[in-house]
């Protein structure tokens, strides 16, 4: 075998590993962009109620305290 025809096996292959890829990747975005269309169709992309009450609220207020805290110290640190 030749160096020339060398080259052209190597350029179909590649131009073959190429156009498998460019499918592959074709079929990919087909199968997410239809799952997207069914799980928007059945609704489950809604985000559930926010949930409202003390528990939540006495959560909200202790994650404002260690945040509090926490840039405290870095700035105490810096």
Same mark, same amino acid.
């Given at each position: 075998?030749?160096?020339?025809?060398?080259?052209?096996?190597?350029? #179909?292959?590649? &131009?073959?590993?190429?156009?498998?890829?460019?499918?592959?990747? !074709?079929?990919? @975005? *087909?199968?997410?962009?239809? +799952?997207?269309?069914?799980?928007?169709?059945?609704?489950?992309?809604?985000?559930? #109620?926010?949930? &409202?009450?003390?528990?939540?609220?006495?959560?909200?207020?202790? !994650?404002?305290? @260690? *945040?509090?805290?926490?840039? +405290?110290?870095?700035?105490?640190?810096?």
């Amino acid at each position: 075998m030749t160096i020339p025809e060398m080259f052209v096996q190597s350029g #179909a292959l590649a &131009a073959l590993g190429m156009t498998m890829v460019f499918g592959f990747l !074709v079929i990919m @975005v *087909i199968c997410v962009t239809l +799952s997207g269309k069914i799980i928007h169709a059945i609704g489950a992309d809604k985000d559930p #109620a926010p949930q &409202a009450g003390p528990a939540a609220q006495a959560d909200t207020g202790a !994650v404002t305290a @260690v *945040i509090t805290a926490a840039v +405290s110290e870095y700035r105490k640190n810096t």
